[in-house]
């Protein structure tokens, strides 16, 4: 398509048609096409040529549902000449994915996004903003307080059109007017202020723009007018107080109020334009930064003092950005940004409320910023946020978060929160539940409160009903975890435990057995008949098999030697263990598993228990060598396993004489090993002559055995003292061999865990230990 025109020099204009794509915001078609203009000489010849690539913007302001749009495209393609008729398909294609577009509910988004800046008072003007006359608004930069104001909001006018942009930006012009302007006069006036930081605003909203933004040092500017906003208005509290004191005239007071909310009203203003420009410069890493460096955080936290709720909406955005970063979430900790936050929940204001839940759960990673939220009260406030379902789940991962810490499990028996939780769980039915709630329910059940307040009701009852049914290892860890607190909530289990111990004779997934396993292990009930169900299950064969090194996998094994211990503490139960030939067992996986502490020290629990009864004391004494292993464990560098096997050998120590004297050597030797290695090496002086030698060259010793002097041992009269009540009083007294508590072997030894896995109790399994096989010398 050609097009002539005459000129005083002629010129010849060439137009191209260009490609068609849909405006990113509006209803509207993008036409590209390139302009061509060549002057041409005295004989009618090409002198010069020059090119420029131009658009054309088409709005289609009547697009809705019931547009015709085969004839919407004919009439675009008929009034437009750039495009040609052959586009026609390409023209109806656009039109339908404009009209799908507005109907995927993304404008609804974008409306409360915090970049899209509305526009406020003092915006409006009695003159339609023409780009042709940039030279004159530039001109108005130049004249007094009023003029500027009314240049610049002429050029914002202009700016907030995204086709003006790029033409603007070319005119360094105006930009370096506004630039020094802003720097020069922003404290003379925040209109002027505020109107010349959207101009700049509407340029930071394009990536591609903020080089030249920040060429003009407009991010460190708005640093500087944003600090200084903000010590005006605590000038402005600290007037508003004293004259509150002072009992001024309630007029005067009035008025004094008055002109307060009109300052506030455009400070708000001021804030929100500046802020809204250094989150869109923060986008490259490197300026949030230099933000940081001129401490962006302090000064955000101490915005979130202000009522505006748009303008909180925006901090707190703001705030979540900077918080994925180390260095500004410790700086949060610093301010008490949280209690700050906690001071917003709850409010009516959807974005503002998700906003700040969603910038506590990226706080909520950090051990100290957890406890400033249980400080702050944000428990209660949560869980009755929970409530809300567009919420909740923000809701159910902080609290997740907090409930990690022991310290604050029992916060939340007192409050509404785990009856909430649980009406959540069984509303799943038999659909997967989320995972964060789970979670949060298997750490909430770890705690003894918490978990009485779970089996209220028919809670374990419905809990069990889908985990045995949707054989589901997350409930089932879950119900693990209530069953490890001894009181009313262990006995509820009497009734389930025939259901846990079928679970183990079937073939399930090993998870799902180490759950239901560690259960039965939990229940140490006394007046649950552990030799009915060993029976009637035929568990002992299947406790055997699973004792294998490599059988299965460790946790299980593990589980194992844990129910072993537990069905020890009754007397027939561990008789029918000694028969079976696990006592055996136990020392091979004992040898296999002798790095592994867990491993160790619940093995040799089972010793413990296991030595109360004649039937398997006597082969533990007599028929293997575990008490020697035992004396060689009481020098182990875990604490738990040396206090397990002093207990043990103190009762081996009672039945036993041979390896009682044995035992009183071995800790004689310990406890006065430098000076009997001083001895045995016989150490000698500087002159050459030994030591601890008479005039006669004697031994002190006489050559005799300093194991045999009993008087070594205890002083005259004591040794009567140490008889067998004092051990049985400590060990096992009257009426508790048969119902023995476990209690503080659970304490101690096992835990379920917070989320359902072992806590590390102990040492790691490749702690550095010289431990001695059983049978060796």
């Not at 809705?64 to 109806?92: F, G, Q, Y």
């Not at 002083?715 to 209690?743: D, I, M, P, V």
Request: glycine share 6%.
């Amino acid at each position: 398509m050609q097009l002539f025109g005459i000129m005083s020099t002629p010129k010849l204009w060439k137009v191209k048609g260009g490609s068609l794509d849909v405006h990113p915001t509006e209803k509207a078609l993008i036409v590209q096409y390139e302009l061509e203009a060549t002057i041409l000489g005295e004989m009618g010849d090409p002198m010069v040529g020059e090119r420029k690539e131009c658009q054309k913007i088409i709005r289609l302001k009547s697009l809705n549902a019931n547009t015709d749009i085969a004839t919407l495209a004919r009439k675009v393609v008929e009034e437009c000449r750039l495009i040609h008729p052959s586009k026609l398909p390409e023209v109806e294609q656009l039109l339908f994915y404009l009209l799908n577009r507005k109907k995927s509910g993304n404008d609804k988004r974008e409306k409360h996004s915090p970049r899209d800046l509305a526009p406020f008072e003092g915006m409006e003007l009695d003159e339609e903003a023409n780009i042709n006359r940039i030279d004159h608004y530039v001109e108005l930069l130049y004249e007094d307080i009023p003029e500027k104001v009314r240049g610049a909001t002429l050029i914002l006018h202009l700016a907030r059109n995204p086709d003006n942009l790029e033409e603007l930006l070319q005119n360094e012009t105006a930009l370096g007017a506004l630039a020094r302007v802003l720097r020069e006069d922003w404290k003379q006036s925040v209109d002027l202020a505020t109107t010349i930081i959207y101009v700049f605003f509407c340029f930071s909203s394009f990536s591609q723009f903020h080089g030249q933004v920040t060429h003009y040092k407009i991010g460190a500017l708005c640093m500087n007018i944003i600090e200084h906003e903000l010590k005006r208005y605590d000038l402005w509290q600290d007037e508003l107080q004293k004259k509150a004191a002072a009992y001024i005239l309630q007029l005067k007071s009035k008025k004094a109020f008055k002109k307060y909310q009109g300052l506030l009203i455009k400070q708000e203003q001021l804030l929100q334009v500046a802020l809204h420009l250094l989150l869109n410069l923060a986008e490259d890493t490197r300026t949030e930064l230099k933000m940081r460096n001129k401490n962006i955080v302090h000064t955000l936290v101490k915005t979130l003092d202000r009522e505006d709720e748009e303008l909180l909406v925006l901090v707190v955005s703001f705030l979540k950005k900077l918080s994925i970063f180390l260095e500004n979430k410790n700086d949060m900790a610093e301010t008490y940004a949280v209690e700050k936050l906690a001071r917003l929940l709850p409010c009516k204001h959807e974005d503002l409320l998700n906003t700040t839940l969603r910038l506590l759960l990226n706080l909520s990673f950090d051990t100290g910023l957890r406890s400033q939220m249980v400080q702050a009260g944000l428990i209660p406030k949560l869980s009755a946020l929970l409530a809300d379902e567009s919420q909740r789940q923000l809701c159910v991962c902080i609290l997740y978060h907090i409930s990690v810490d022991d310290r604050f499990k029992s916060m939340f028996a007192y409050t509404d929160c785990i009856p909430q939780l649980m009406k959540m769980l069984f509303d799943c039915g038999e659909s997967p539940m989320d995972p964060e709630l789970i979670s949060f329910c298997i750490n909430l059940a770890a705690n003894k409160r918490n978990a009485q307040v779970i089996c209220e009701g028919n809670g374990l009852k419905m809990l069990m009903k889908r985990g045995l049914k949707l054989k589901d290892v997350l409930t089932m860890k879950m119900i693990r975890n209530v069953s490890q607190h001894d009181g009313p909530t262990k006995n509820l289990f009497i009734d389930y435990v025939g259901d846990l111990a079928a679970q183990t004779g079937v073939q399930e997934r090993e998870e799902y057995v180490i759950e239901c396993l560690g259960t039965l292990a939990n229940l140490t009930i006394p007046d649950l008949d552990w030799e009915l169900v060993l029976k009637e299950y035929n568990l002992v064969p299947f406790l055997k098999d699973h004792l294998k090194p490599g059988s299965a996998e460790d946790d299980l094994i593990l589980e194992v030697v844990i129910m072993i211990g537990t069905v020890s503490m009754d007397d027939s139960c561990a008789a029918m263990m000694a028969k079976s030939g696990i006592i055996s067992a136990l020392i091979e996986l004992l040898n296999s598993q002798q790095e592994d502490d867990e491993f160790v020290c619940q093995i040799v629990y089972v010793f413990y228990q296991m030595v109360f009864h004649q039937a398997t004391r006597d082969v533990i004494i007599k028929d293997t060598q575990a008490p020697a292993y035992l004396i060689d464990l009481m020098h182990d560098k875990n604490a738990e396993i040396r206090k397990v096997c002093d207990n043990t050998l103190d009762i081996i120590a009672e039945y036993d004489e041979e390896w009682g004297r044995k035992i009183q050597s071995e800790k004689f030797r310990w406890h006065n090993y430098q000076w009997l290695e001083m001895v045995d090496n016989r150490a000698m002086g500087d002159d050459g002559e030994p030591f601890m030698y008479g005039d006669d060259g004697e031994p002190f010793m006489h050559n005799g055995d300093i194991l045999e002097r009993p008087d070594l041992f205890y002083s005259a009269g004591t040794e009567e003292s140490r008889n067998t009540q004092q051990r049985l009083n400590l060990f096992y007294s009257a009426g508790t061999e048969g119902s023995r508590n476990t209690q503080q072997r659970l304490n101690l030894f096992y835990s379920a865990g917070t989320a359902g896995g072992r806590p590390d109790l102990f040492y790691s399994a490749g702690t550095e230990r010289k431990r001695r096989r059983v049978g060796e010398g």
